[in-house]
């Protein structure tokens, strides 16, 4: 069982829609959490960090329980830019916060 | 500024053979880590260095593979006789601090013959 889950997707959305990808974390002690942003063929991008209070970044929220050790990232007014594959990331406990990443969940904005 | 560079961007060999994946960090990034992707999956955790000293190999899949950073900057990703399940992107990523994020190379893809 991989540490860190991810819905399996890929998710086909119409631009302006609203969509919510969600993420549980096995590893209790993780203390770092993040959504990356990893487009074709490229590298990954830190899109933000998930606080504990959950934080909002323009049309991205973030959330995270850690009763439930459960993250999520909402995408409001979806744009086709925002086509990618994002990952959820936990840091990975005393490894000098060497990163855990998801499989990812692949998006499609379709016009 | 110049970010993290890996070379070569892309690596063909055949199987057996030995590799030798270079990355240059951010100038002046304590901390290196590198990371193994294969197709259709995230990132997955190789090795990791503070300085010139290796602190976590754990993520090494076999002791075919060797990591090294000798002067605390730039560092090496060696894969010896090597097989078809090492084709891969592999990521280097440095970072300043604990509390700062990590940041990619555009990564090497490795391909096994």
């Known amino acids: 069982r991989k540490e860190v889950e991810q819905d399996p997707g890929p998710f086909n959305v119409p631009e302006g829609a609203t969509v919510a990808f969600n993420c549980t974390y096995s590893?209790?002690?993780?203390?770092?959490f993040f959504w990356y942003r990893q487009d074709c063929r490229k590298e990954p991008k830190l899109l933000m960090s998930?606080?504990?209070s959950g934080n909002e970044d323009g049309r991205f929220t973030a959330q995270l329980n850690r009763a439930s050790q459960y993250i999520s990232l909402l995408i409001r007014d979806s744009k086709l830019s925002d086509s990618a594959t994002y990952l959820c990331v936990v840091n990975i406990p005393n490894s000098g916060y060497a990163l855990n990443f998801g499989k990812g969940t692949s998006l499609l904005v379709t016009p | 500024g110049a970010g993290v560079s890996q070379s070569p961007r892309y690596k063909v060999a055949k199987r057996g053979q030995d590799v030798a994946l270079r990355c240059d960090p951010i100038?002046?990034?304590?901390?290196l880590f590198w990371y193994q992707q294969a197709l259709g999956q995230g990132p997955e955790f190789l090795t990791y260095f503070q300085n010139e000293a290796q602190l976590d190999k754990s993520g090494l899949p076999s002791d075919r593979f060797f990591a090294e950073r000798p002067e605390g900057s730039v560092s090496t990703l060696k894969i010896q006789r090597t097989q078809q399940e090492d084709s891969a992107v592999y990521l280097c990523?440095?970072?300043?601090?604990?509390?700062?994020?990590?940041?990619f190379g555009d990564g090497t893809r490795l391909s096994i013959l």
């Open positions: 998930v606080y504990s």
């Open positions: 100038s002046g990034h304590v901390s």
């Open positions: 990523a440095s970072r300043d601090g604990n509390n700062q994020p990590q940041h």
């Open positions: 590893n209790s002690a993780s203390q770092s």
